[in-house]
């Protein structure tokens, strides 16, 4: 208690700090978003916009030369009448009035300086309208949901759980060139993210825009506490009540819910996709035999289930220390990883012998490959989001078991009231349906969803049925990659794409 009271000044330095230099970089963030998105436009349409740039210098050199002509035809008629009238007065011939009056012809070395200079100023206009395409798209696209333009997707404010949560959600029921025809499919971030997960890259590389480009009817879920998601029938955020919850009730109530309200909108089954908390929420559902029968498959990408070999030098020592249990005994219900709590937390963790917190991505998600500095940046604007304290140290009890059991209360006593036993119930993973297909992708450089604790989770399916399981592995990925690394759309999300359409 005395470490975490001394370490005030140095909580409130490190988080004015950030801050400032959080607003510093928005401006660079701003000029980096529209050159990376302005480069992938123009990779990919560059024929596009060569024969855009050719056709404006084009223009812009007809259009000189005409007005030249223009010119040259009212000058000779002008010519022609004072010519006339010389001849008449004193018997001049052409030639002589001509050089009288020096007329000039158009020369060569006129002409390639004419026509490079439209042709520059032909391309100029072509690359910066490219540009401003570019920037236009890039932005509208990806920072829509977070309320700074129109959407093309409709915010539905009203799922509301069992257990009185409101949850919102986002739909894209089409493509930008055509509308859904194919079947719905439920997007599920992760911990401490929200349904931005899916859009944090480019329009043509975020996985929500390119399922509905596909076809597919996309929706977004948003779980409790994340920004979208803080209503509640009868508790506001400021209650205590309200955080009283862990990664159980997600799958007891969060889930269900979210899939029971696309089922019921669209009448038909649904493809899964979650991103690490929600490949958890959805394993342990599965595990149960529930919600299956709303489903057509699940794609589980940087898969969580297994925690005890978690690398994550600050997921470790969080847990190992049990500081998650010091900010629940202090009152603390609500995990704000930009709160001061939550700061505090981190400034002891980094305290600790062999934690290196100068990346802290890197430390917590591990080395990724594929990130762009500016969607990176644009992370940290808008992310993370808020959680409750208690999924945190369900988290980290995991951690310290290994296993993949219900919130401990630790108390017996408790722990029969809320179970009917001293101990908390385990999902048991190998009573998932060896019909039911599902698609893995894991990478070996993740410190959070760690190989071997995901050859634990693959173990469990050593009986699938083997056209109903792919898997699949990449070497240098880590957990963040598969939400935000540049090449995540040819990497994973096409093989991805090309499962649900054979299911």
Not at 63 to 77: A, K
Not at 324 to 350: I, N, T
Not at 386 to 399: D, E, F, G, R, V
Request: glycine share 6%; charged share 20%; net charge neutral.
């Amino acid at each position: 208690m005395q470490r975490l009271k001394a370490s005030g000044t140095s909580i409130i330095r490190s988080i004015a700090v950030p801050r400032l230099k959080r607003k510093a970089v928005n401006s660079l963030t701003a000029v980096q978003d529209t050159f990376y998105s302005t480069k992938d436009v123009f990779e990919r349409h560059r024929v596009v916009f060569t024969v855009g740039t050719s056709i404006a210098s084009v223009a812009t050199a007809w259009f000189g030369y005409t007005l030249r002509h223009y010119h040259d035809v009212q000058v000779d008629r002008r010519l022609e009448s004072i010519e006339e009238a010389m001849r008449k007065k004193h018997q001049l011939e052409h030639s002589e009035v001509a050089k009288a009056v020096n007329i000039g012809k158009i020369s060569t070395p006129a002409c390639f300086a004419t026509a490079g200079t439209s042709l520059i100023i032909g391309y100029c206009l072509g690359w910066r309208g490219g540009k401003c395409y570019a920037n236009k798209q890039f932005r509208r696209e990806q920072m829509k949901l977070l309320g700074e333009a129109k959407p093309r997707w409709q915010l539905l404010t009203r799922v509301i759980t069992n257990d009185g949560f409101i949850l919102s959600m986002q739909r894209i029921p089409s493509g930008r060139t055509s509308s859904a025809n194919g079947p719905p499919v439920l997007l599920q971030h992760g911990l401490l993210m929200d349904a931005a997960t899916w859009l944090l890259l480019p329009p043509e590389s975020s996985l929500a825009f390119v399922l509905a480009d596909k076809g597919f009817d996309v929706w977004l879920a948003n779980t409790r506490g994340t920004k979208f998601s803080q209503g509640h029938t009868s508790l506001g955020p400021d209650d205590p009540g309200f955080w009283d919850w862990s990664w159980d009730e997600l799958v007891a109530f969060d889930l269900p819910a979210t899939l029971q309200y696309v089922h019921n909108r669209t009448g038909q089954n649904m493809h899964y996709v979650g991103h690490s908390l929600g490949t958890l929420i959805a394993l342990a559902a599965f595990s149960k035999h529930q919600l299956l029968d709303m489903l057509i498959s699940a794609a589980l990408i940087s898969p969580i289930a297994h925690l005890g070999d978690v690398t994550s030098p600050i997921a470790r020592n969080a847990a190992d220390n049990f500081l998650g249990e010091v900010l629940f005994w202090l009152g603390v219900k609500e995990f704000d990883p930009r709160g001061k709590a939550a700061v505090q937390l981190l400034v002891e963790v980094c305290a600790k012998p062999g934690v290196d917190c100068i990346n802290l991505l890197t430390s917590f998600t591990g080395q990724n490959c594929c990130l762009n500095p500016s969607v990176s940046q644009n992370f940290l604007i808008h992310e993370p989001q808020p959680t409750a304290t208690k999924n945190m140290i369900h988290l980290s009890q995991m951690i310290r078991s290994g296993t993949i059991a219900m919130y401990d209360y630790v108390d017996v006593i408790e722990n029969i009231k809320h179970y009917g036993q001293s101990t908390p119930p385990t999902y048991n993973m190998t009573s998932i349906p060896n019909d039911f297909p599902l698609f893995l992708s894991y990478g070996g450089a993740d410190a959070l969803s760690d190989v071997n604790d995901v050859q634990l989770l693959l173990d469990n399916f050593k009986d699938h049925d083997g056209d109903k399981l792919v898997v699949q592995f990449r070497e240098d990925y880590a957990h963040a990659d598969f939400v935000m690394g540049e090449n995540a759309k040819q990497v994973v999300y096409d093989p991805l794409i090309a499962f649900f359409m054979l299911q």
